[in-house]
């Protein structure tokens, strides 16, 4: 932003360089005394350049004035103080340009007393006034919030994460740390990690010039490289400054998914057989407790993760047999899931779906940055494994007349004499599935510019976002739950046989349970964007600013299913921009 006086000057602008130089020494004197003065102008060039402005300017004094400044330093501006001074001061304030005007004459292109300066020499212990700047830029950021002030900056590297947070401050690089003369290079910001500027909820106007910014490849999995943030501010202005965004970090892989190790439950025996209970030959009728059926083994149902209820198949209720009644054994009944015929092999569970991959290319934009929220799903849970079926009981029988084949259908003839078939056991209980993998994370961005909520002018710069990471392996789901063991059916004892007949029969054995289906695996992430310019709400201003845009990241590897998209790269992403009337975006 120029202002009138500017313009006014700008006719001497060939001159402009020589001007301040050779301008300062009066003003420098009176102002800021030796300091600048002395280190500005007392250098061999200066003075010559002076020499030469003198033609134009009225003769030998000029190169005396340099000659003089060069031995003396700036104490020689006061003894020369009846001499017209060469500068004249077009205004009181004097704010860093782009023509380098010392505009208010105090010996630089900007305002001595309205300065934190920051030199790579300096101590953060110092003041920050020009003859005692501080070392780090974030230091003299501070210190100038602190006392409404701008910071300027000398020539170096600097490792600072440049933070302005709601004091509006700006932030001028370009300054020779030996003179404070100004150039279009630029004051080098490269931090160790995180972004090398963030400008937050600064409603006031905030400059930031000639430096070049640079934030480090993101090093955490699904970490973003942001070279600038500018967050809920009114009125930001990068100009002649370069921002490089480094490469975004791999998304996190799936999680590992634990598979469940231990069996599902055990069929539950059948009750044992009873004998004759009671035998008294013409006597007392049995109690009603040693009549009491012989029934299969019955476990109650447990739930799997996915909702399903399984139970092994319930045991058959053992035959009994006594003076006036022969009832015969019952099968077994069919497990959960399962309706296999009784006793028959249980199937194991399916193997389930693999999860879907990421298909966006692109997460989701927060105040606080970048989200990979690009995710693969989650794979499905596998089947539950059939449960066993459960086993017959067994009938009542005895040893009668040296023959088996009216075993079961005879009456015994004994009164009061009662006999039961054992028990069946209970099918083995199906496995649960195992839980299905987990999908891979979304790879980080790299963003040169991120611009959010912000009216962002950008100016005469150079910004480059690198390559977005890479999407995030899936996990593979975890294996099924083994299946239950047999419940065993009831034993014949106590035993009243001849060597070739069991008196009472054994229950049968349940079937296994099936194990459970392995979970299907979680779909892979996706690849993080590479995006120049990012901003939502305004359309940055940008003028004479290139852009270059890395290559978006790679879409996760998938297990079964398609790899994840791949992050998309574009020069710029405005999202919900609003029309304001102000001019669009440059690349648009
Ligand atoms: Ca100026
Ligand atoms: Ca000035």
Not at 124 to 148: F, M, N, S, Y
Not at 278 to 304: E, F, H, K, M, W
Not at 568 to 586: M, P, Q, Y
């Amino acid at each position: 932003m120029r202002t009138a006086p500017w313009v006014l000057l700008s006719a001497f602008s060939l001159l402009t360089g020589a001007i301040a130089s050779a301008c300062s020494s009066p003003g420098a004197s009176a102002g800021v005394g030796a300091i600048g003065a002395g280190g500005a102008t007392g250098e061999g060039g200066s003075g010559g350049e002076g020499g030469a402005l003198s033609d134009e300017h009225g003769g030998a004094a000029g190169a005396e004035s340099g000659g003089a400044l060069a031995g003396e330093g700036g104490e020689s501006g006061a003894s020369t103080s009846s001499e017209p001074p060469s500068c004249v001061p077009a205004s009181t304030s004097d704010i860093p340009d782009d023509d380098f005007l010392d505009s208010n004459c105090d010996g630089i292109d900007g305002d001595v007393s309205h300065a934190i300066f920051v030199s790579p020499s300096g101590s953060d212990a110092a003041d920050g006034t020009l003859g005692k700047p501080v070392q780090t830029i974030q230091h003299g950021v501070e210190l100038a919030a602190a006392g409404k002030q701008d910071v300027y900056v000398c020539m170096g590297e600097y490792t600072d994460n440049i933070v302005v947070s709601k004091d509006a401050v700006s932030v001028f690089g370009g300054y020779d740390c030996s003179d404070w003369s100004r150039t279009n290079a630029r004051v080098k910001v490269a931090p160790a990690s995180g972004s090398a500027l963030v400008v937050r909820g600064t409603a006031a106007a905030v400059v930031i010039d000639r430096l070049e910014l640079r934030s480090a490849d993101a090093a955490k999995a699904g970490e973003s490289s942001i070279g600038a943030m500018i967050v809920d501010s009114g009125a930001v202005t990068l100009s002649g400054v370069t921002i490089t965004a480094g490469e975004g970090a791999a998304g996190k892989p799936g999680a590992a998914v634990k598979a469940v190790t231990s069996a599902a439950p055990t069929g539950a025996s059948g009750d044992d057989a009873g004998s004759q209970c009671n035998y008294i030959d013409g006597g007392v009728v049995p109690s009603p407790a040693c009549q009491t059926l012989r029934t299969g083994g019955s476990r109650g149902t447990v739930t799997c993760p996915n909702g399903d209820r399984v139970r092994g198949g319930v045991g058959g209720t053992g035959g009994n047999k006594t003076y006036t009644d022969i009832a015969l054994h019952t099968s077994g009944e069919s497990g959960l899931p399962g309706g296999k015929a009784v006793n028959q092999k249980a199937q194991p569970g399916k193997i389930a779906a693999a999860g879907v991959p990421a298909s966006a290319g692109f997460g989701e934009a927060t105040a606080g940055g970048y989200l990979p929220t690009n995710i693969g799903g989650e794979g499905s849970i596998g089947a539950t494994g059939e449960s066993g079926g459960g086993g017959g009981g067994g009938d009542a029988c005895r040893y009668y007349d040296n023959t088996l084949a009216d075993c079961k259908t005879q009456r015994w003839y004994y009164s009061g004499a009662v006999f039961m078939g054992a028990g069946g056991g209970q099918g083995g209980f199906g496995g649960c599935g195992g839980v299905g993998g987990k999908g891979g994370q979304g790879g980080g961005a790299s963003i040169a510019v991120f611009s959010w909520r912000s009216k962002l002018t950008i100016v005469h710069s150079s910004l480059t976002s690198s390559a977005g990471g890479k999407g995030g392996a899936p996990s593979a789901g975890a294996a099924g739950q083994p299946g239950g063991a047999v419940g065993s059916g009831g034993s014949a004892s106590p035993t009243d046989h001849s060597a070739t007949t069991p008196a009472i029969e054994k229950g049968q054995d349940g079937a296994n349970g099936a194990n459970g289906g392995p979970g299907g695996p979680g779909g892979a992430g996706g690849g993080g964007p590479s995006i120049v310019v990012f901003a939502t709400l305004y359309a940055p201003t940008m003028t004479a600013t290139t852009l270059s845009a890395g290559p978006g990241g790679p879409g996760g590897v998938g297990i079964e299913k398609e790899d994840g998209a791949p992050g998309e790269s574009n020069e710029t992403k405005l999202v919900d921009v609003i029309d304001d009337g102000a001019a669009g975006a440059g690349s648009q």
